[in-house]
């Protein structure tokens, strides 16, 4: 039994059959081989075959894989994509993202130091009170404290960081007027510590008599 194609048009690039729409169709395709198997693409039969869509496929996606193909290629395209990356708005993306991880951490480590030190009802006079940690240690958990102020802080200076980039990337070909990229860290990481001294200073002058 010789071999046989099955074979099925591509669909044009609005979804439809080329052949309804009247244009110039291809067709993608399937060899059956003689044992009645379907052969995968280097011709050895198998269970499930292997389809054929080159024919569907488009001179710019056929350039694309080929290029991709291409050792020497390929490389360049990833130096592309690595160059793409390192822009303002990824560093921005990057800087919020610390802020994050650092807020995150400092909370959950005080959480934690909380949960042993207090125990499970978070009773301060229970007997694990003689356990020491952070929340028992006077000036370790006022910088505990401190520092998760500023990092929350940091956090929301970025949040504001990245709607300024976006105001300022679209409304700077109507103005022609560019921010300096120092800013950006200078709101997100320099202007957070004088807002965290504030808020350590009121804090202390409420509440630090009272403990």
Known sequence: MDSTSHMKMCLSHDGDLAEEN???????????????????GQ???????????????????????????????????????SRTLKNSRTRIHRHLFVALVI????????????LITRGI???????????????????????????????????FMWMFVE??????????????????PIIYPIIGWVVPIPLTIVWAVVTYLQYGHST
């Open 22 to 40: 009247n244009t110039k169709f291809e067709t993608a395709f399937r060899i059956c081989g003689e044992h009645g198997r379907w052969l995968d």
């Open 43 to 81: 011709g050895i039969p198998s269970s499930n075959g292997w389809t054929n869509y080159t024919p569907c496929l488009t001179p710019e996606i056929l350039e694309i894989m080929r290029r991709l193909g291409s050792k020497d290629d390929a490389q360049h395209l990833i130096l592309e994509l």
């Open 103 to 114: 807020q995150v951490t400092i909370r959950l480590t005080v959480y934690t130091d909380q």
């Open 121 to 155: 009802n978070g009773n301060k006079n229970a007997p694990t009170q003689s356990r020491r940690g952070i929340d028992n240690t006077p000036y370790l958990c006022e910088a505990s404290y401190i520092s998760l102020e500023y990092a929350r802080t940091a956090m």
């Open 163 to 180: 709607g300024l980039f976006l105001n300022n990337f679209v409304t700077v070909t109507v103005f022609k007027e560019k921010l300096s």
